[in-house]
């Protein structure tokens, strides 16, 4: 382990190659630091001093679900659950009026155009039937909850994501295999080029470099 | 097996299965004792008696039929989540091998009373006697024979070959349980679909409905789910298994509660119930028409509200799962509705004559309400309207008793955890995402 106060890390210090090239080039700006750990239990920890410290803009990137990940970082719970729940009340109430307009209602509408619900008698059950209702409101409700789900899920990951800062660096590819990074963002109040680095280094990070954006 | 080992709780049940059995069981003995008796001195028939005796036989049963069902399901899945709590679902799926001396009265009652029509059917009914083949008594015997047989076997193979691999931890044991498993889910599926079918349905041989089978198995999910989250919960609360089940496994519990016993139990309720309303036919809509009348439409909605919505939007969330002190007290309630599903299920007559006598359905209305059956005289209130009696909650508290007290002794020298099962670290290593 090496010692934060000294300012002297044993860890490897670099910066991708076109960073270097193009370091005085006011035009390209620092994404974050990349730092890299060798075990699922260093990110962890890392992870935990991570959070304490107060930054709010970062992640960890792993080759698979590191458990108790989430309450190391300190990330609360999802709000896409209310979501959903939003979601399919919503097909709920749209299976409803639908079939209440389209049935039992005798009024015109404006939907784009003018449309006129009728009372329609089928089998000789009352016009506003109970019983058949549901098939079309539970399906609606389904419908919208699932697919509300995977697309508010993509727009809270803000996905797709076609780009990634990371993507640049070589040493990132081992994410998907047997290394797991910490990245802070350039744009976290915390954040100082040269504090943050050292901070990085002082968790045991085996390297960190320098992401451009 | 450095997670299984960490662990320092009492993992036996100890002298409380033989406490479970002198508090539980024989007070559970006494009370259907109480009920018989409380038969014989009363004007009770014994066909009304063994009425609520079967509601009280099918409650048990298909909490010992769901504790099969869930132990035959994760071997087949090869779950590594619910290694923790398969023992107690092992156990009271083990039940099944002595339940058959319960279902005796039953057996009985099919000679000796008129508690199942086809066994007395008179020589013009053309329809009945056509469904002879299948529903008489020795054919009905033999069929029950062979459910118990079956049941009691499979439940004997996995709870044998479990508690055997806690002394070994032989892997290999696992891969068995699992061949196995293929073939007993479907084995399973058959008997318990032609059980109810032979022992609820036929209670009115001249209705049907192919959703019957399903209907009594989302319910007896319903019924041991909730009794599984109970008795994990108790064993816990007597200070036994305190590490290795957590909330974690309480969540999923939950969920499997909320899949299997309330949504899949509304999907299915809902879709026999539209199906005879909206083809209309007279011989499928009268087993549902005495349940839309006077007390029974009580209990209708009841389960609407009190087995479907209610149940839903408590364990929709994630959180009252993970809420190891509320998930209990929701079973609890769980298991009373579960009583008067099986109650609604088994009870009520089927109104034939009442419906024969009259033309449309507002003066069915009015007959229930004030007429009176021209053949014997007594109003058709007094026949077809709910009438708890004491003795019904006596069967279900004494049936009840008895298996769950009985429940603890075949698994009294074994762990309350499977604990050579290969799997066992990861189950309770754990968590949901």
Not at chain 1, 121 to 138: D, N, T
Not at chain 2, 160 to 175: E, F, V
Not at chain 2, 214 to 243: D, K, M, P
Not at chain 2, 280 to 293: A, K, Y
Request: aromatic share 14%; proline share 5%.
């Amino acid at each position: 382990m090496n010692d934060p106060g000294t300012g002297v890390a044993p860890a490897t210090h670099e910066t991708s190659q076109s960073s270097a090239q193009r370091s005085d080039d006011e035009s390209v700006r620092l994404y974050g630091l990349l730092a890299e750990f060798e075990t699922p239990a260093a990110i962890y920890a890392a992870a935990e001093r991570v959070r304490d410290a107060g930054y709010r803009w970062w992640d960890c990137h792993t080759p698979f679900p590191v458990h108790g990940l989430d309450r190391a970082m300190g990330i609360r719970n999802t709000i896409l659950p209310w979501l959903v729940l939003g979601a399919g009340a919503t097909g709920t109430m749209i299976g409803f009026v639908l079939q209440w307009f389209t049935n039992a209602a005798s009024f015109d509408l404006w939907a784009f155009v003018w449309v006129r619900g009728y009372e329609f008698l089928v089998s000789g059950k009352p016009i506003l039937s109970g019983p058949v209702y549901p098939i079309v409101m539970f399906e609606l409700t389904i419908l919208l909850a699932a697919v509300g789900c995977v697309v508010m899920m993509f727009g809270l990951n803000k996905l797709p994501m076609l780009y990634h800062p990371c993507f640049k660096s070589e040493r990132f590819r081992r994410a998907s295999d047997d290394r797991f990074f910490i990245v802070i963002e350039a744009r976290d109040p915390k954040f100082y080029r040269h504090k943050t680095e050292a901070f990085l280094d002082s968790l045991g990070a085996t390297a960190v470099e320098e992401l451009e954006s | 097996m450095t997670t299984t080992e960490r662990c320092n709780e009492n993992r036996q049940l100890g002298d409380l299965a033989a406490r479970a059995v002198v508090f539980i069981a024989l007070p559970g003995a006494l009370l259907v004792a109480l009920g018989i008796l409380m038969t014989f001195k009363s004007d009770l028939t014994w066909e009304r008696f063994l009425r609520g005796y079967v509601a009280a036989f099918c409650f048990v049963l298909t909490i010992c039929l769901g504790g099969l069902f869930f132990t035959i399901l994760q071997h087949l899945s090869r779950a590594g989540w619910s290694v923790a709590v398969r023992r107690v679902a092992e156990a009271l799926a083990a039940n099944l091998r002595w339940i058959w001396i319960l279902f005796i009265p039953i057996a009985i009652g099919m000679y000796k009373t008129h508690l199942y029509e086809w066994t007395h059917v008179p020589p013009d009914d053309e329809l009945l006697g056509n469904k002879e083949i299948f529903l008489n008594p020795t054919f009905w015997m033999i069929r029950a024979a062979f459910y118990f047989a079956v049941w009691g076997g499979l439940a004997h193979f996995f709870l044998r070959n479990s508690i055997a691999q806690d002394a070994d931890g032989d892997p290999k044991t696992t891969l068995r349980m699992a061949r196995v498993a293929a073939p007993a889910m479907i084995v399973y599926a058959l008997t318990q679909s032609f059980a109810v079918i032979d022992w609820v349905m036929s209670l009115e041989p001249k209705w049907f409905s192919t959703m019957f089978g399903v209907y009594f198995f989302a319910a007896s999910c319903f019924g041991f789910l909730a009794t599984l989250i109970l008795v994990c919960y108790l064993l816990q609360r007597s200070g036994r298994v305190t590490e290795s089940i957590t909330a974690e496994h309480y969540q999923d519990m939950g969920k499997f509660l909320f899949a299997f016993g309330v949504v899949f139990w509304a999907y299915i309720a809902y879709s026999q119930y539209m199906l005879i309303w909206y083809a209309d036919i007279p011989e499928e809509t009268t087993w549902f028409i005495v349940r839309q009348l006077g007390g029974w439409r009580g209990l209708s909605i009841l389960l609407i509200l009190g087995h479907f919505v209610g149940p839903f939007l408590l364990l929709l969330s994630r959180h009252p799962k993970r809420w190891t002190n509320v998930l209990p007290a929701i079973c609890v309630w769980m298991l009373f509705i579960h009583f008067i599903d099986m109650y609604w299920l088994v009870l009520p007559e089927y109104p034939a004559e009442l419906v024969a006598s009259v033309s449309t359905y507002p003066q069915l209305i009015e007959a229930f309400e004030n007429g009176i059956d021209p053949a014997t005289g007594i109003p058709w209130l007094a026949r077809y309207d709910m009438h708890p009696h004491l003795a019904d909650a006596c069967c279900l508290l004494g049936l009840a008793g008895i298996v769950l007290g009985l429940t603890g002794l075949s698994v009294r020298n074994a762990s309350l955890i499977p604990i050579g099962d290969p799997r066992l670290p990861e189950s309770l290593a754990f968590e949901n995402f």
